[in-house]
């Protein structure tokens, strides 16, 4: 099972971040609305796949969530389409990124 968490972080961007991915967000969205589609919608409680990977079908479930629901800014639709090119690449610290297949875990 993934692990999520909801917790109070002092800085806007991660500091461990592989490949950053930027989808311009409409005007008032706040971290509130974010979390609350989450458990609205069943996000939270989700099984990775028995190989033990899926965490990119995760966020990518979580764009069309944001996207469904209006959140995402009418200017970001190639920002999107940028951000899942970039979910079929496993990305490692010092590597070129690998093509690799996106596989699905569970919403639980």
């Not at 989808?23 to 969205?29: H, W």
Request: hydrophobic share 35%; with cysteine.
């Amino acid at each position: 099972m993934g692990t999520y968490a909801e917790t109070r972080c002092e800085y806007e961007s991660s500091h461990s971040s592989l490949h950053p991915i930027d989808i311009p967000a409409v005007t008032g969205l706040t971290v509130d609305h974010v979390t609350r589609l989450i458990l609205t919608i069943g996000r939270r409680n989700y099984r990775l796949a028995p190989s033990g990977v899926g965490c990119r079908f995760w966020v990518k479930t979580i764009i069309e969530d944001l996207e469904g629901a209006g959140y995402i800014h009418p200017n970001g639709k190639d920002a999107i389409m940028q951000a899942y090119k970039d979910l079929q690449y496993n990305y490692s610290r010092d590597k070129s990124p690998e093509f690799e297949a996106i596989v699905p875990g569970a919403f639980v």
